[in-house]
């Protein structure tokens, strides 16, 4: 039995490795495009399986769930009232019912309550506070939503407040009109002529399903990519966002299935049925928001292909290591910037220096907190030196790395092995300045330069 124990851990052992293998060990980019394609598939399924388990993404889900409870009727009510201003609030209820769709057959029973209430909640003659208040719970709703997504594009700043209203504001204002052009330039179309075309063609019928069923994912899933470009704090190429839209209408026709014949079946039966719609919905709105969330982190690890492996949190880089990475990344920078090139991206750099992407942004992180370099107003931002480094030596910098944050949390303590470190620092210190504290840091690269 122990003999047979052993082999059974050594064959999952092989297994693992040989996924592995599989995963990271190879170089994808010289694949054929088919094999590339199954391999970065299997890459982003890992990382977001990844994701899931280590329970950020419910997290973020379910904090969601009360925000959306709070701003959906106000954000509804905002949109109602610029489409109402053109006459065609109705155009909100196939959006809508699109939206609800999972519930199955109860979805236009909701869609009517929903609209009902916004209908009656009549924004033109309410006073200014309460406009006001209305924006502000807006407001507050979609910055909440954007850290969500900002936790999965791994983007340390929000918004600023200015930019925030005057764009939550186009989304919420501009949104509604949007889809006003869109319904009238949709019933300008003549549909009947198309109809009857292609129901008199062999197959037509077939044909014509098959192209409304398309119609309605094509477009659902630029809606979730618009969603998944507008949210995030940064720059969403959009062939990722699309792709991460694809998967998300994917899931949620699915989700449709299994909501519509499994909860709202036992909701019809039970007989506490307002109670337990109530829980249907929330599920539901939980549901929802984990799906949107699971779609943008597939749309996060397409743009960023490296950090399938390592994911978005910092690495646990030794000491050293981190002294090294950052002193060459500020060697590039100032290196690219002494020559007279553009100014290098993240991206560019991690490209430069064959490094990881969460080192490299680690390393960019401290760098800028010593105050080596700038961040530009680029999207995305570029980094230059923040001041002059001619006189610059390798040691103050190299010191300054050291020093960094140093002030957040103090060792203190007057225990003889904390003197005795100290005092040993301290010789250290006077020992490197002595013997190299007049290498310049430009000096170190020309003579890189010249050999």
């Known amino acids: ?45 890992v990382a977001v399986i990844r994701d899931l388990t280590q329970g950020q993404l419910s997290l973020r889900a379910m904090s969601l769930v009360f925000t ?23 155009a909100v209820e196939p959006t809508l019912q699109a939206l609800l769709e999972p519930l199955g057959e109860r979805s236009s029973e909701f869609t009517g309550q929903i609209l009902n209430y916004v209908d009656n909640m009549s924004v033109e003659v309410i006073g200014i506070t309460s406009v006001g208040l209305l924006l502000y719970i807006v407001l507050d709703m979609m910055r909440k939503i954007e850290l969500a997504f900002n936790y999965i594009w791994a983007v340390k700043h929000a918004r600023s407040w200015s930019s925030r209203i005057s764009e939550y504001l186009f989304a919420v204002i501009v949104s509604p009109m949007l889809l006003f052009f869109s319904i009238s330039l949709t019933a300008s179309i003549n549909a009947n002529f198309f109809e009857e075309l292609l129901t008199n063609m062999p197959f037509g019928l077939v044909l014509l399903q098959m192209t409304a069923g398309l119609a309605s994912i094509l ?13 995030p704090n940064t720059r969403v ?56 969330l699971i779609g943008s982190s597939i749309a996060f690890y397409h743009q960023h292909p490296a950090k399938t492996r390592t994911g978005r949190g910092l690495l646990q880089l030794s000491i050293a290591q981190r002294e090294n990475l950052a002193l060459a990344v500020a060697a ?11 100014a290098l991206t993240e991206e560019e750099l991690i490209a430069t220096l064959a490094s990881n992407p969460s080192a490299v942004g680690q390393a960019l992180d401290e760098i800028q907190e010593i105050g080596l370099i700038t961040a530009t107003y680029d999207d995305p931002p570029r980094y230059l030196p923040a001041h002059a480094v001619d006189q610059c030596t390798l ?31 301290d010789r250290l210190n006077s020992t490197v300045e002595r013997e190299l504290g007049e290498i310049k840091f430009t000096d170190v690269l020309s003579t890189e330069r010249s050999d």
């Open 219 to 231: 477009l659902m899933s630029l809606a979730f990519a618009f969603a998944y470009s507008f949210l």
């Open 395 to 425: 040691v103050e910098i190299w010191q300054a790395l050291r020093r960094s944050n140093s002030d957040v949390f103090s060792t203190g303590g007057d225990a003889h092995e904390m003197t005795l470190v100290r005092d040993f620092q």
């Open 237 to 292: 190429h959009f062939s990722s966002a699309f792709i991460g839209g694809l998967i998300t209408t994917i899931i949620w026709k699915l989700m449709g299935l299994v909501f519509a014949e499994f909860f709202i079946t036992s909701a019809r039966e039970s007989i506490y049925l307002a109670f337990a719609s109530a829980i249907v919905i929330m599920f539901f709105i939980y549901i929802g928001w984990l799906v949107a």
């Open 1 to 45: 039995m122990p003999l047979q124990f052993a082999q059974l851990k050594d064959l999952v052992n092989e297994g693992k490795k040989r996924i592995e293998q599989f995963l990271w060990q190879r170089r994808v980019d010289a694949l054929p495009w088919w094999q590339r394609f199954i391999v970065r598939s299997c890459q982003i399924t």
């Open 332 to 342: 590039t920078i100032i290196e690219r910037f002494n020559k007279g090139g553009r």
């Open 68 to 90: 959306t409870l709070i701003g959906f009727f106000p954000l509804l009510a905002l949109s109602f009232a610029v489409l109402k201003s053109f006459g065609v609030h109705n």
